[in-house]
């Protein structure tokens, strides 16, 4: 056999779909490296054994590591057209960490289209690999003596293949390593954060030290509501054409002296577990650490965390800090139908709550997708609709189902316009002369600004623009150039601490929106900062 005659084999066929799958997958150098690697489960069928058994097992072994090797570009290149992101990321790794076994399947469904054509495309290439392999087993060809610079051009690659694989940087790229770690590191991952009582009780101890102290002329009563995937740009008090917060319009304009909107907040996440570290951890989530509940509390306020998200990092990173921790809904992720009305008579049984001073933080599930499933069933605003938004988008190119995301994306975001604005008003109503109000987003979304993606977004301003609105008496007077300061959200505790009127040590006017001394500098993220939209 000439080991060099590319001729139409069953062998050199099976390595098409593979060969395929790599090209969409990878480019430039990392391809070169994937197709190497690979190309060691191709070597030894050019040495088909005569025994039939042994011929079915180098079959299995190379359609085994074929499969290996589809399934790792087509899922690497769902995230990157998905999420433009990698499976190793900070933002894919905490999700899966924070993901139960039963939102796999309401995944797919949410990304339907797109699963279904990979599924498909996976399904054609396993087949046609099963019967390439299958038909160089029934039909091996004969082993002929070579010629020494064959065998030379044989054992040289086999050389640089060997080499590659004792180097960690390219062992740790093939497949079955790679996932095999992946999966090690996630489930290391979600190990620690059912072991942090330990931390909890440091930064406890750390805020006593700290000594804070609430002036008397404190608020009684601190809500702080912080939404999910909430892209300002989607938001009819931003300037977006579609009506999604006509509640929080009306609020807007009754109460423009108490009620203010800042023009440009910014996550600097794109992911939840991150996004809320940086905000309570007032930036600085590493080293010593200061949590905004353990210095409320310390300074002698009652604290609550009222969640509709049931999500194990969170609860225990933060809710368990809380002196009432109440998680309502007890579905993860995606699938869950909870919606965040189910969470307000909680927030009114702790507003009538007798503490003389109370810091209420109520985390909403906003528009985590699936989008369709963040509204109140048969009453999405824009199912169907064809308005100047969808003939837009459909005239940028982007696909039916981008169209219908975005659809349900909007629906989600008017049907959280009423929440949001009736925990406003129970605030107003039950939280005292001097209580104030906090609300943002933890990230955004991109769906279908910027490609033909719908979700968590590190690389697009989509995914870092957030809603940022403060309520309260001391917001009166505030100067009308403050609210179009661009805002950093791993800055805003320190804000909140200015709402709290509480001094401690590490308060920074510099990195608080509502000091004078504020001064902006942009942070470190994929996409930049801006100060217009």
């Not at 054509?117 to 690999?129: F, K, M, P, R």
């Not at 009736?422 to 209580?435: P, V």
Request: aromatic share 10%; charged share 15%.
């Amino acid at each position: 056999m000439n080991i060099l005659r590319l001729r139409p084999s069953p062998a050199w066929l099976s390595t098409l779909p593979v060969a395929a799958a790599l090209v969409f997958g990878f480019e430039g150098w990392r391809l070169l490296q994937m197709v190497l690697l690979a190309a060691c489960a191709w070597l030894w069928l050019l040495r088909p054994s005569r025994h039939g058994g042994l011929r079915a097992l180098q079959a299995l072994l190379t359609g085994l590591t074929a499969m290996a090797f589809m399934l790792d570009a087509h899922i690497r290149r769902f995230l990157h057209h998905s999420y433009d992101a990698s499976p190793s990321s900070a933002m894919v790794m905490t999700s899966l960490a924070n993901t139960q076994s039963s939102e796999v399947w309401e995944f797919l469904q949410m990304h339907g289209p797109r699963s279904l054509s990979t599924a498909l495309v996976l399904g054609i290439s396993l087949a046609w690999l099963v019967i390439c392999l299958r038909a160089w087993w029934q039909q091996p060809q004969a082993t002929a003596a070579h010629a020494p610079w064959q065998g030379l051009v044989l054992g040289l690659v086999l050389s640089t293949l060997v080499l590659a694989l004792v180097g960690p940087h390219w062992r740790g790229l093939h497949p079955l390593n790679f996932w095999f770690h992946w999966a090690e590191a996630v489930t290391t991952l979600r190990a620690q954060w059912g072991q942090l009582d330990h931390s909890r009780r440091q930064l406890t101890e750390q805020a006593r030290l700290l000594s804070p102290v609430a002036s008397p002329s404190s608020p009684d009563t601190l809500v702080l509501v912080i939404s999910e995937s909430i892209n300002r740009q989607h938001l009819g008090i931003y300037g977006y054409p579609r009506q999604t917060s006509p509640t929080l319009n009306q609020k807007l304009a009754a109460d423009p002296e108490r009620l203010k909107m800042f023009s440009h907040a910014w996550s600097v996440d794109a992911s939840t577990v991150p996004a809320l570290q940086n905000f309570f951890y007032f930036g600085h989530p590493e080293g010593q650490k200061q949590h905004l509940l353990a210095l409320a509390a310390a300074a002698g306020y009652q604290t609550w965390w009222i969640s509709n998200q049931d999500d194990v990092a969170i609860e225990q990173e933060h809710a368990r800090l809380a002196h009432h921790a109440h998680m309502i809904n007890h579905r993860p992720g995606r699938g869950s139908h909870s919606l965040d009305h189910t969470s307000l008579p909680m927030l009114e049984q702790a507003l009538r709550n007798a503490a003389p001073r109370k810091l209420i933080v109520l985390h909403l599930i906003g528009a985590h997708p699936d989008y369709k499933r963040r509204h109140v069933p048969g009453e999405a605003a824009f199912s169907g609709v064809k308005d100047g938004v969808y003939e837009g988008l459909k005239a940028q190119g982007r696909p039916s189902w981008v169209r219908q995301l975005r659809n349900d994306y909007d629906s989600a975001l008017a049907y959280h316009d009423t929440v949001v604005a009736q925990t406003l008003a129970l605030t107003r109503q039950l939280g005292g002369q001097a209580a104030s109000w906090v609300y943002f987003s933890d990230h955004g979304q991109d769906v279908g600004s910027s490609g033909n993606r719908a979700g968590h977004s590190m690389h697009t301003a989509e995914g870092y623009r957030i809603p940022l609105l403060m309520w309260g008496h001391g917001l009166q007077g505030l100067p009308p150039d403050y609210v179009q300061r661009p805002v950093r959200a791993d800055w805003l505790a320190h804000s909140v601490m200015n709402l709290l009127d509480i001094s401690w040590a590490q308060h920074a006017p510099d990195k608080d929106v509502l000091d004078a001394s504020y001064r902006w500098r942009p942070p470190s993220t994929p996409v930049a900062m801006l100060i217009s939209p």
